[in-house]
């Protein structure tokens, strides 16, 4: 091994500062050490050890990034079927590197984004399906309320007020950074406001909190190949979870799945043990529409998507999809 840059992120990492972490968490002896595949920030390494696979998460985004990580991993890890990485280890000391970092066991399996470029028609139905099942494993947590991490004490905690009304804070935090990237036209709010109007009332509608991942999709999921099928082996990139209504977390697939079978075998997949409720199409037009306001935050202020289309050309083609998906399994 030798002195490598892993990522813009992580910059320039010695040997000795990875075989310190081994030696500080009992992984053996490094073989080998390589970037992660993939990913949007590049704060992953692969490490090889005379002990296993691990993965090394460093630079994280804040101080409450690995320890709401690692509280996340643990509830999954507790109370659904779908694995996720535990025991989750953090170091809260940034000497060794300016930073602090967490070690995981690495998941076994092949990436969901890597399957899925590589996939036909019929195998990508068969990975969608897997990708419901998946996601109705990891709604097995569930909370009493709607809570959000609070990072003073490592918990999550109930959020203020009624579900309605934190999800539109959330959607006006959004909005707010958009605007001030100069993000939405006068035509672009309107859109925003009017669909808003026209489904708000469906938020209503009762449901039991699950810890909704946020960015769920094949990319943060591992599967191992079982003949024509694909079997879920763990589930990762867990900072944005939180508690709340589940059918939040069905709209970040929309992204990646390409026609209605795969949509369908999406939401047969998930409703098999966990049925949308009356009203749904109306609600994941709306999460869809909050979903996809974050991309084109990020998209705008970077200056790297969405460069020759207006908002509501972009985002019509996703409400649509989530609207029928929301259409074809009710309670």
């Given at each position: 091994?030798?002195?490598?840059?892993?990522?813009?992120?992580?910059?320039?990492?010695?040997?000795?500062?990875?075989?310190?972490?081994?030696?500080?968490?009992?992984?053996?002896?490094?073989?080998?050490?390589?970037?992660?595949?993939?990913?949007?920030?590049?704060?992953?390494?692969?490490?090889?050890?005379?002990?296993?696979?691990?993965?090394?998460?460093?630079?994280?985004?804040?101080?409450?990034?690995?320890?709401?990580?690692?509280?996340?991993?643990?509830?999954?890890?507790?109370?659904?079927?779908?694995?996720?990485?535990?025991?989750?280890?953090?170091?809260?000391?940034?000497?060794?590197?300016?930073?602090?970092?967490?070690?995981?066991?690495?998941?076994?399996?092949?990436?969901?984004?890597?399957?899925?470029?590589?996939?036909?028609?019929?195998?990508?139905?068969?990975?969608?399906?897997?990708?419901?099942?998946?996601?109705?494993?990891?709604?097995?947590?569930?909370?009493?309320?709607?809570?959000?991490?609070?990072e003073q004490i490592d918990?999550?905690?109930?959020?203020?007020?009624?579900?309605?009304?934190?999800?539109?804070?959330?959607?006006?935090?959004?909005?707010?950074?958009?605007?001030?990237?100069?993000?939405?036209?006068?035509?672009?709010?309107?859109?925003?406001?009017?669909?808003?109007?026209?489904?708000?009332?469906?938020?209503?509608?009762?449901?039991?909190?699950?810890?909704?991942?946020?960015?769920?999709?094949?990319?943060?999921?591992?599967?191992?190949?079982?003949?024509?099928?694909?079997?879920?082996?763990?589930?990762?990139?867990?900072?944005?979870?939180?508690?709340?209504?589940?059918?939040?977390?069905?709209?970040?697939?929309?992204?990646?799945?390409?026609?209605?079978?795969?949509?369908?075998?999406?939401?047969?997949?998930?409703?098999?043990?966990?049925?949308?409720?009356?009203?749904?199409?109306?609600?994941?037009?709306?999460?869809?529409?909050?979903d996809w306001l974050l991309?084109?935050?990020?998209?705008?202020?970077?200056?790297?998507?969405?460069?020759?289309?207006?908002?509501?050309?972009?985002?019509?083609?996703?409400?649509?999809?989530?609207?029928?998906?929301?259409?074809?399994?009710?309670?």
């Amino acid at each position: 091994m030798q002195a490598r840059k892993y990522s813009e992120r992580l910059g320039v990492i010695e040997p000795a500062q990875l075989n310190a972490v081994a030696e500080q968490f009992d992984l053996g002896v490094i073989i080998d050490a390589r970037p992660a595949v993939g990913g949007l920030f590049g704060q992953n390494v692969m490490l090889e050890t005379t002990e296993g696979w691990y993965v090394f998460r460093g630079n994280p985004h804040g101080p409450g990034q690995l320890t709401k990580e690692r509280r996340v991993a643990d509830l999954i890890n507790a109370q659904s079927s779908l694995p996720a990485p535990w025991p989750y280890r953090v170091c809260d000391d940034p000497g060794l590197f300016g930073w602090t970092y967490a070690v995981m066991p690495m998941l076994p399996g092949v990436c969901g984004q890597d399957l899925w470029s590589t996939a036909d028609a019929a195998s990508r139905q068969e990975l969608a399906t897997s990708c419901g099942r998946s996601l109705a494993m990891l709604h097995e947590v569930t909370g009493a309320t709607c809570r959000a991490y609070d990072e003073q004490i490592d918990d999550f905690v109930p959020v203020d007020g009624a579900f309605t009304a934190w999800w539109l804070s959330r959607l006006d935090e959004t909005r707010n950074r958009c605007r001030q990237v100069g993000a939405l036209s006068a035509q672009a709010e309107r859109f925003i406001d009017d669909l808003v109007e026209r489904n708000l009332p469906a938020l209503d509608d009762s449901f039991t909190p699950v810890l909704v991942h946020h960015d769920f999709k094949a990319g943060n999921l591992n599967f191992l190949p079982v003949g024509a099928s694909f079997e879920p082996s763990g589930v990762f990139d867990l900072f944005e979870a939180y508690f709340a209504d589940p059918e939040e977390d069905l709209v970040r697939m929309l992204w990646t799945v390409d026609t209605d079978d795969e949509r369908r075998a999406f939401i047969a997949g998930y409703t098999d043990t966990a049925l949308l409720r009356d009203g749904a199409a109306d609600r994941l037009e709306l999460y869809a529409l909050a979903d996809w306001l974050l991309a084109w935050e990020y998209g705008k202020r970077n200056r790297i998507w969405f460069e020759d289309v207006t908002f509501a050309d972009s985002v019509r083609p996703i409400l649509a999809a989530a609207r029928a998906v929301g259409s074809w399994s009710r309670r």
